[in-house]
């Protein structure tokens, strides 16, 4: 079975599986990744099952085609993995011809995170763009999954906006203008939910990517306060303090699910009557 290798330095463990029927497409995804990425590399969903089967917490992404070397569609494997490993980003790798439609609608609906077009965005920053972008949705997905309980409906679409476009959600009037509405109208909103102040959602749900990032991506905090359009890397090192009392490196292992646990404390504490409410139902 194919296997690029290469040795990640101590504290970088990540593994990506790709499958793909053709080496040069292989080598292009494997190119768009971080040198220090372990790469498998498998043509079936046979050993893409095997593969998945024997992968530990080091796995933080799957790239597939829609269908294997053997015509099998891959759907079906990406919607038990979603199902069974929801902290894995999955990416689907697909022609942008007609022809291939029903197959990308399949993907979509099994639950990938992003899509590579072949020939069209596989290659250069592009590519590293889509993938990285991969990682943000996996976590927005399961941060998305684990506040939802405590989010009253009005407020949904203001975290999740946050939480699937973290780059673009930095101020409120910002966030305001892409929901469609006015900036006072998200703090009424917020007042009337007896909720903390849309500065301060915005700031907790952005986090969450962040903590994401540093656990899935081995990413330097440089680079990830560029890519979330923090003004530098001390301006996130400080807020990620000032909310949720971490440094970086405290969130390098299990990063998502600690921020997540304060920031599920932190609205249970200022919210006692919602809580009330929740828990009484």
């Given at each position: 079975?194919?296997?690029?290798?290469?040795?990640?330095?101590?504290?970088?463990?990540?593994?990506?599986?790709?499958?793909?029927?053709?080496?040069?497409?292989?080598?292009?995804?494997?190119?768009?990744?971080?040198?220090?990425?372990?790469?498998?590399?498998?043509?079936?969903?046979?050993?893409?099952?095997?593969?998945?089967?024997?992968?530990?917490?080091?796995?933080?992404?799957?790239?597939?085609?829609?269908?294997?070397?053997?015509?099998?569609?891959?759907?079906p494997?990406?919607?038990?993995?979603?199902?069974?490993?929801?902290?894995?980003?999955?990416?689907?790798?697909?022609?942008?011809?007609?022809?291939?439609?029903?197959?990308?609608?399949?993907?979509?609906?099994?639950?990938?995170?992003?899509?590579?077009?072949?020939?069209?965005?596989?290659?250069?920053?592009?590519?590293?763009?889509?993938?990285?972008?991969?990682?943000?949705?996996?976590?927005?997905?399961?941060?998305?999954?684990?506040?939802?309980?405590?989010?009253?409906?009005?407020?949904?679409?203001?975290?999740?906006?946050?939480?699937?476009?973290?780059?673009?959600?930095?101020?409120?009037?910002?966030?305001?203008?892409?929901?469609?509405?006015?900036?006072?109208?998200?703090?009424?909103?917020?007042?009337?939910?007896?909720?903390?102040?849309?500065?301060?959602?915005?700031?907790?749900?952005?986090?969450?990517?962040?903590?994401?990032?540093?656990?899935?991506?081995?990413?330097?905090?440089?680079?990830?306060?560029?890519?979330?359009?923090?003004?530098?890397?001390?301006?996130?090192?400080?807020?990620?303090r000032?909310?949720?009392?971490y440094?970086?490196?405290?969130?390098?292992?299990?990063?998502?699910?600690?921020?997540?646990?304060?920031?599920?404390?932190?609205?249970?504490?200022?919210?006692?009557?919602?809580?009330?409410?929740?828990?009484?139902?």
């Amino acid at each position: 079975m194919p296997l690029h290798r290469v040795t990640p330095p101590p504290g970088d463990d990540r593994e990506v599986i790709v499958c793909v029927t053709d080496r040069s497409q292989f080598a292009r995804i494997r190119d768009g990744l971080p040198p220090s990425t372990v790469v498998r590399w498998c043509q079936t969903t046979a050993q893409l099952t095997r593969m998945l089967a024997t992968a530990g917490r080091r796995l933080r992404m799957v790239v597939v085609e829609p269908r294997d070397q053997e015509g099998i569609p891959t759907a079906p494997v990406v919607r038990e993995t979603r199902r069974r490993r929801p902290e894995v980003a999955i990416v689907g790798y697909c022609r942008a011809g007609h022809e291939d439609s029903r197959d990308i609608i399949d993907l979509a609906a099994a639950g990938i995170h992003e899509l590579v077009f072949r020939d069209t965005t596989d290659s250069g920053l592009v590519l590293r763009h889509t993938l990285e972008h991969a990682a943000q949705s996996c976590g927005a997905a399961q941060a998305l999954e684990r506040l939802q309980p405590l989010i009253p409906a009005e407020l949904r679409p203001l975290i999740e906006y946050c939480l699937y476009f973290p780059h673009l959600a930095t101020s409120v009037p910002r966030v305001a203008a892409a929901l469609g509405v006015h900036r006072k109208t998200l703090v009424n909103l917020c007042r009337r939910a007896g909720f903390p102040t849309p500065s301060v959602l915005i700031a907790w749900s952005r986090l969450s990517i962040v903590a994401h990032l540093l656990e899935t991506q081995g990413g330097v905090v440089e680079r990830i306060a560029m890519s979330l359009e923090y003004p530098s890397a001390t301006a996130l090192r400080n807020t990620l303090r000032r909310y949720a009392g971490y440094r970086p490196a405290e969130l390098r292992d299990d990063g998502l699910a600690q921020l997540l646990d304060g920031f599920a404390a932190f609205l249970l504490a200022a919210t006692p009557q919602v809580a009330g409410s929740r828990r009484a139902g």
